[in-house]
């Protein structure tokens, strides 16, 4: 059995006017085309936060040939390259 709730949504002036649009171009109404709007955001989002992070490739390139906490020596073989 489904249950409908019913309420007000304050919305921007103009994006009320493009729902509107919508529903009669589509010859639907305002509830359903709202309706879709807002599953449609809301799969959106679950989609961006279960997206993976790219896992970015790492090469060995063996051990430094300066020490990197020494910032005079390091200063030095920026300057000699």
């Known amino acids: 059995m ?3 709730m019913r309420t007000t949504l304050v919305l921007e ?4 006017r493009e729902l509107k649009k919508r529903a009669a171009k589509e010859r639907r ?3 359903d085309v709202t309706q879709e709007a ?11 936060r279960r997206r993976r992070r790219a896992k970015l490739p790492s090469f060995a390139m063996g051990r430094p040939l300066v020490d990197l906490a020494d910032w005079d020596r390091l200063q030095e073989a920026f300057d000699e390259r």
Do not use: K
């Not at 002036?13 to 009320?16: I, P, R, V």
């Open 29 to 31: 109404t305002l509830t």
């Open 38 to 48: 807002l599953r449609l955001g809301l799969e959106r989002r679950d989609v961006a």
């Open 13 to 16: 002036d103009a994006l009320f």
């Open 2 to 4: 489904l249950f409908h």
